[in-house]
């Protein structure tokens, strides 16, 4: 069994949902970085996900654009996300996912990738733009090492396409839960539910649900029919927000709010909607 299988299977175990808060590698910087890893580790994260900055976000909102820009103009690596992944899984057990669009990790290598991936301490990759006849290899070669594939699946994605998209999937399923790109909102698509009902008819796996979960209210909506939320660009804010020194903090404060309410909200079965 897989890492994100587990923490899964430990959530539902207790009748739970779980909570997947996403960062931007190297902002504010790197050595910031694994104090937050560790943290939301602390706070009861589910899995993380730590986001490769990237020139050319398309599928984020301007709060994860600028931190983007902002690890760029520090040049930061693959390579050194990685060296701070491994060093923050010397110190909490959370499961990690790399999420990355599809160039950085073509000029790393996706088979050097899947090799180092383990001994790093990843659980799974996640990205974004990758077609599904290469998605579908990669998988194969991430799963020779143990590691998960996460998939994205989006309310315009037809069934055929679900079926074809999933078919490589492991770990847990990332449904974004509108059109467009991350960003907050005040309040989740109507779309995002009957996407996740589309979802379970092909796939077991479990499903997160993201883009836009910004405050427990969100949760709590989400919890009632998938089985994690996604929290990034308001996570990001605060991170770039918070006074130097203590973003960490910041972040584990954060997300203990959505942890702290997971098993009261979760008492009720998942719904339809």
């Known amino acids: 069994m897989s890492a994100i299988a587990k923490a899964f299977e430990n959530v539902a175990a207790i009748g739970s949902r779980g909570v997947i808060p996403y960062i931007t590698a190297g902002f504010p910087d790197l050595a910031t970085t694994e104090e937050i890893i560790v943290s939301l580790g602390a706070a009861g994260a589910t899995a993380i996900e730590v986001g490769v900055p990237f020139s050319d976000p398309m599928a984020d909102g301007p709060v994860i654009q600028r931190a983007c820009e902002h690890a760029l103009a520090q040049n930061v690596s693959l390579p050194a996300i990685l060296k701070t992944i491994a060093a923050a899984k010397q110190r909490t057990d959370v499961p990690i996912v790399l999420f990355s669009y599809l160039n950085p990790l073509l000029q790393y290598g996706l088979s050097r990738l899947t090799r180092e991936g383990a001994s790093t301490g990843l659980a799974g990759v996640l990205v974004t733009d990758l077609p599904a006849d290469v998605g579908s290899r990669f998988a194969s070669e991430l799963r020779a090492h143990d590691l ?119 008492a009720r079965e998942k719904s339809t909607c």
């Open 148 to 266: 998960d594939f996460i998939t994205l699946v989006t309310p315009t994605s037809t069934d055929n396409r679900l079926r074809e998209i999933l078919s490589a999937a492991s770990g847990f399923l990332y449904a974004v839960s509108r059109t467009g790109v991350t960003g907050t909102q005040n309040q989740i698509s109507a779309d995002a539910c009957d996407l996740v009902a589309r979802v379970r008819r092909i796939s077991d796996l479990p499903v997160a649900l993201g883009f836009g979960i910004s405050n427990v209210s969100h949760a709590r909506e989400a919890w009632n029919y998938c089985d994690a939320v996604v929290i990034g660009s308001a996570l990001v804010r605060l991170v770039g927000d918070s006074p130097r020194g203590q973003e960490a903090a910041a972040a584990k404060n954060f997300i203990q709010q959505f942890t702290s309410v997971q098993v009261a909200n979760a």
